[in-house]
């Protein structure tokens, strides 16, 4: 059984401890590889590592560190395939999702910021008539990037790309429950002549390696993606410390659909933001809210589109929906499945774990669940569940919608569904989300900011809010 290393001083060692974790094919409950249990001292090692090689990486041209992004990104695109399979494998998502979304975005992430340094500029404001003001920009030193299970290569180096970048030396942890791309990612930057120590990966649990690094006080910033109570934590462990810190956590994200939308586009488009990924994407519309003169309408033919989605082996090609990631998820998925009957409602398809013959027998299957008749303010309504269930909600004026969209803890992303363009203009500017999409769902530009409101995090990352965030403004004033 392979035992996966840590990336520390550009070489991949065994856990000091040599214990390790047991890390499970979501797809077939099997164990089929093993995990470093990281510790404090693990994490001393990737400190000092880091430590001495930030000097010269910041110090290194945005010209030769551009170069080393973009041939990162060059052999994430070599070795793609090999990459998605492992996602698939180790996430339960469909290979097929992994081949068109992951894997790319991957590539993406490092070509975008390794390119995007090369057009960096600076601020200058002329005091007339005695002084020039200009802003000087420098690397915080080594940064902290914690990235989760949903999404875990793409949100990996959604991280570790602009850090680098902009010559900080990156101490990561993937999530202990989908490392493996994470692993790979280490051979690849090996590979690519990445200079020792300027990135370092350690494997290991969140409440312990992820909270030591967290905790520690070389570590100036923390870039975490994740559940809201984990980001509590670690804005109270930083607190202390001054640290930066960039929370992207949970969602609740409303899906509005007005009587005037394209309701083809609609119906598909709230088929795929519903249940991409098994509904384990934080952007991903739980509360569908319809408005009253076409729910029957929508909500017959979503529920007919629902039923046709095949729950399969993520590997088989037909497959729409694969195994969510884990025996616990699946439990916690059905217990707010549970809940919501509980709290009167309806479940219309779904409801229930799968099980598949084969190979799969024994993986983590759940449904795609579509539920009716609750209230706005439900436990159901009203927490992040992330797994293939949604809930649909009727309403009346668009001054409802924005009510109802509004009600929850979250805001990190919404949709609006109108050929009304004063709908459009004033639902958008109503809404309390970071996110909003009109007419569309996850169409991105990496040049624009990403992050939520309320309890949905804090800071922006992407385009140029990342370069900003893991960077130091400095003011410089001649007087003339």
Known sequence: ???????????????????????????????????????????????EAAKGAFTSWASTSQQERSKLLVQIATLIEKYSEKLALAESIDNG??????????????????????TAILHEFSESHFT??????????????IVGCISPWNLPLYLFTWKIAPALATGNCVIA?????????????????????????????????????????????????ISFTGGTATGKKIALAGASLFKKISLELGGKNPNIIF???????????????????????????????????????????????????????????????????????????????ALAQEEGGEILTGGKAISLSGRCKNGFFIAPTVIEGLSADCRTNQEEIFGPVVTLIPFGSREEAVAL????????????????????????????????????????DLRTPFGGMKNSGLGREGGFEALRFFTEEKNICIKL
């Not at 469909?94 to 975005?105: C, F, G, H, V, Y």
């Not at 007339?128 to 030193?141: E, F, Q, S």
């Open 1 to 47: 059984m392979e035992k996966l290393k840590n990336y520390i001083n550009g070489k991949l060692i065994l856990p000091i401890s040599r214990q390790y974790i047991e890390n499970v094919n979501p797809a077939t409950g099997e164990v089929y590889s093993l995990i470093p249990n990281s510790d404090e001292r693990d994490l001393a090692l990737a400190v």
């Open 93 to 114: 998502k469909p290979l097929s999702l992994a081949k068109t979304m992951d894997i790319p975005r991957a590539a993406a992430n490092f070509h975008f910021y390794g």
């Open 128 to 141: 007339n008539p005695i002084a020039i003001n200009y802003t000087l920009r420098k690397p915080l030193g």
């Open 173 to 221: 942890k993937p999530s202990e429950i989908t490392p493996m791309t994470a692993y790979l990612l280490s051979q690849i930057c090996i590979e690519a002549g990445l200079p020792k120590g300027v990135l370092n990966i350690v494997h290991g649990y969140g409440h312990k390696i992820g909270q030591a690094i967290a905790e520690h006080p070389e570590i100036p910033a």
């Open 259 to 337: 009587a005037d939308a394209n309701f083809e586009n609609a119906l598909a488009t709230s088929l795929r933001s519903s249940f991409a990924n098994q509904g384990q994407i934080c952007l991903c519309g739980s509360r569908i809210l319809i408005q009253k003169s076409i729910y029957e309408q929508f909500r017959d033919e979503f529920v007919k589109k629902v039923k046709q989605l095949n729950v399969g082996d993520p590997l088989e090609e037909s497959t729409d929906l694969g195994a969510v990631v884990s025996k616990a998820h699946q439990e916690k998925v059905l217990s707010y499945i």
């Open 405 to 444: 969209a509004n009600c929850t803890p979250y805001g990190l992303a919404a949709m609006i569904w109108t050929e009304n363009l004063t709908t459009a203009h004033y639902v958008a500017h109503h809404l309390q989300s970071g996110i909003i999409w009109i007419n569309c769902w996850l169409l991105r």
